[in-house]
């Protein structure tokens, strides 16, 4: 494997089909048969092989690009998905738990947790309440660390050994913290999932969700489901997100970095900020763990609470780069009063995901709102 960044830009080259240097956008959902009846697989004989595309349902040029790219990216099997909520459901349905620890975790995991929950009784418990007793082999540990909305992070390793113990198995939604920042298998993970609308995608111009495995086996029997479940990537937006890998190292090196300074200015400032009450980010952690599991930066998202509820809400109204409105992870810096759209989040948080403006232009920005 080369480079982070050169793999970003070369990663599909030898899935090229055409001597563009930019990868076409395919837009067609069924592919001629080869002319060669020898080559033909009958459906009786197994799953259909992706050397020739046949249908976009199943997979389509674009969407293996953006595969091979992240498999050359991360080092790891890669199924990409229409959203990162498909992906999170394409991993339940992989993994069928009868019960399911999850901790605090993105609204929509919780909410399709809850539709598993509905129709087919899955258990829901806590990461601490219960575990010992309740988990079993075949079970399900979600944890989502960095964590929504307050980019802390989680001990991955500590739930993983206990989940491994019993012979459950351990899903990572790693979104807040994209490659190279943190490698979640290193702690233990057996899936990893991203949200790839936020920093691969980059660009606020995109929704698309990443599953990451071990082994061909494990993304055979994704790549099956996938076509039955019908979540695969739409084939435009997997070649925006094929423009979007091209710069995903360089977005994100600046983003964390950024995003960590503007959190140390913050910090070391609190006293001169009135309206600043705390700040969360995993670089003001300092528990041992922390470190080992993000070896390669912090996550480009943070959190800061105000000291009323009505201080946190017209903040957003006070600034001139950062954007108010939800999600993260793209070129633009953003902010939220987060009550908007979770409804267990206090009212007096602000998440604050950091692009690739000038990292002085920002803090500038902020301090002024603050003061
Ligand atoms: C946005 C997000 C999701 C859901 O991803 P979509 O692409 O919007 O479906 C899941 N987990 C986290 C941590 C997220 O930020």
């Not at 048969?33 to 992706?50: E, R």
């Not at 929504?148 to 790693?174: F, R, T």
């Not at 994704?222 to 076509?227: N, P, S, W």
């Amino acid at each position: 494997m080369a480079g982070l960044s050169t793999e970003g830009v070369h990663g599909a080259d030898d899935l090229s089909r055409v001597p563009d240097v930019v990868p076409p956008i395919n837009v067609a959902t069924t592919y001629k048969y080869s002319k060669d009846p020898s080559t033909w697989i009958k459906a009786a004989d197994g799953p259909p092989l992706l050397d020739n595309p046949v249908y976009s349902r199943l997979s389509h040029p674009n969407s293996e690009q953006v595969e091979a790219i992240v498999e050359h990216i991360t080092g790891y099997k890669c199924v990409v998905y229409s959203s990162g909520l498909a992906a999170f459901n394409a991993a339940m349905c992989h993994l069928n738990p009868k019960t399911l620890a999850i901790g605090q975790a993105y609204h929509g995991c919780h909410g399709i947790a809850d539709i598993l929950t509905r129709n087919y009784g899955v258990k829901q418990i806590g990461l601490d309440d219960e575990f010992d007793r309740v988990v079993k082999s075949g079970d399900v540990v979600h944890l989502e660390t960095p964590v929504n909305p307050e980019g802390v992070c989680i001990d991955i390793q500590k739930y993983a050994d206990k989940a491994h113990k019993y012979g459950a198995k351990v899903v990572v939604d790693s979104t807040f913290a994209p490659p190279p920042i943190q490698d979640p298998f290193q702690q233990g993970a057996d899936i990893v999932m991203h949200s790839a609308t936020k920093f691969f995608g980059g660009h606020s111009d995109l929704l698309a969700g990443l599953l990451l495995v071990k082994d061909d086996e494990t993304k055979d029997k994704l790549l099956k489901d996938r076509l039955l479940l019908g979540t695969n990537i739409a084939n435009l937006e997997a070649s925006l997100l094929i423009r979007s890998l091209r710069t995903f190292e360089m977005r994100v090196d600046r983003q964390w970095k950024s995003a960590t300074a503007i959190v140390k200015r913050l910090h070391d400032d609190i006293d001169k900020l009135p309206k600043l009450a705390k700040i969360y980010h995993s670089s003001l952690q300092t528990e041992p763990f922390v470190a080992k599991q993000m070896p390669n930066g912090h996550s480009p998202v943070f959190s800061i609470e105000c000291p009323d509820e009505q201080t946190a809400k017209e903040l957003p109204l006070k600034l001139k780069y950062f954007v108010h409105a939800t999600s993260l992870g793209g070129v633009e810096s953003l902010i939220e009063w987060r009550a908007l759209s979770d409804a267990t989040c206090s009212p007096k948080l602000l998440r604050v995901s950091v692009g690739v403006e000038n990292v002085e232009d920002l803090i500038e920005d902020l301090v002024q709102a603050l003061q």
